[in-house]
């Protein structure tokens, strides 16, 4: 680890327990049976005790989509090119993606971040943080080097700083990358100990043939490349990837400054276990968001222990789950700031 990198897991601290404690009984002061707003009231107390404050203000909200590529994709195990990576860049810088879409109506701003595409990104709006140009294929040695590795983390720290300091007070993740769901699999399989085919799934939709292509693929990267299950960085940089990494970083980065990070789908969740490897603290400072179509995901939420709020069947990516869920965050938060009291409106309490 760098100093960077131990620095940033250091400054992780518990959530703010008497906070939390604080909004849970006045919760129970609102005009409403005990519990009756269910997850809403969870999350309106988990984002007491990241932020320290009753009823956090989220006026400024920012999804990252950290762009990547995956050597990988030699094997076959997308059902598409891998030039789409950077031309779906260009379609976010020009607002045409769905997470533009998405993040305009929920009020949040769009940070594409090149961490690792192919190609070059030329365009405006777009931050240029190249650790490389792809991964090497994971079926023939490390998908990148240690110092690698620990570059593309610390430049997700930094994409969390720079938008804090700008003013953003809740991060969402998310990620542009084809071949991404195979070393996300790979990832997932390691460090949740379910085996490769349970963890694999059909990413942008391969057909049978490419699921055995992507299992395959799998298997051989980690005989070749024997990573260690305990070391989350081993992990990471063997069979993990750029845009991975920024996101695991990412996290790191909100946690030490306890700002909230809504994890999106398979991918996000990927990094989110990484995270756990490196920072087991950071866990809590993550909120899920929905549970994706690509069958490994509720099993990682559930080994990560995060509770997902919504189940669209979605598979897409790029932060879209995650920047629906800013409705539901925004909507927990209100309700404390907003509800009256059994007093204060006369209501009578239970008999
Ligand atoms: O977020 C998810 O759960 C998710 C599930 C399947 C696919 N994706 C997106 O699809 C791309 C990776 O799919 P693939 O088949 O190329 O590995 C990548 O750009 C992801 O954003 C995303
Ligand atoms: C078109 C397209 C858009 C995406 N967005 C995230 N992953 C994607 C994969 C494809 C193929």
């Not at 070391?231 to 909100?254: S, Y």
Request: hydrophobic share 45%; charged share 25%.
């Amino acid at each position: 680890m760098s100093k960077r990198l131990e620095e940033t897991v250091k400054a992780i601290k518990p959530l703010d327990k008497v906070m939390m404690e604080e909004v849970r009984k006045y919760q129970d002061t609102l005009t409403k049976p005990t519990g009756s707003l269910g997850r809403l009231e969870e999350i309106s107390i988990q984002v007491a005790g990241i932020t320290g404050k009753k009823t956090p203000d989220f006026g400024k909200k920012a999804v990252v989509v950290m762009a990547g590529d995956h050597g990988v994709v030699a094997e076959g195990v997308s059902a598409f090119p891998q030039v789409v990576t950077q031309q779906m860049v260009y379609n976010f810088a020009n607002g045409g993606a769905a997470i533009n879409v998405l993040a305009r109506q929920a009020g949040a701003e769009v940070k594409v971040v090149d961490i690792g595409v192919a190609g070059d990104v030329e365009v405006p709006g777009v931050w240029v943080r190249k650790v490389k140009y792809g991964t090497n294929n994971f079926c023939q040695g490390p998908a990148m080097s240690k110092e690698e590795a620990i570059q593309a983390l610390e430049v997700g720290i930094d994409v969390a700083e720079e938008l804090i300091e700008d003013g953003f007070s809740i991060l969402a993740t998310g990620e542009m990358g084809i071949g991404n769901t195979t070393a996300s699999s790979a990832i997932v399989s390691l460090l949740t100990g379910c085996t490769v085919e349970e963890a694999v799934g059909p990413g942008t939709g391969v057909d049978n043939e490419g699921i055995k292509r992507k299992i395959n693929a799998i298997k051989r990267g980690i005989e070749v490349n024997k990573p260690d299950v305990n070391d989350a960085l081993d992990v990471l940089m063997k069979v993990g990837g750029l845009e991975i990494a920024g996101i695991t970083g990412l996290i790191l980065g909100a946690a030490a400054n306890r700002v909230p990070v809504v994890i999106d789908g398979f991918i996000s969740t990927a990094a989110a276990l990484v995270a756990k490897g490196l920072a087991p603290e950071s866990v809590n400072y993550m909120i899920g968001s929905h549970c994706s179509a690509e069958p490994a995901h509720r099993r990682s939420l559930e080994i990560l222990g995060i509770k997902p709020v919504l189940d669209l069947k979605m598979r897409l990516g790029e932060g879209t789950g995650a920047v629906l869920t800013f409705y539901l965050i925004e909507s927990a938060v209100r309700i404390v700031k907003e509800m009256a009291t059994f007093e204060s409106a006369g209501v009578a309490t239970k008999e």
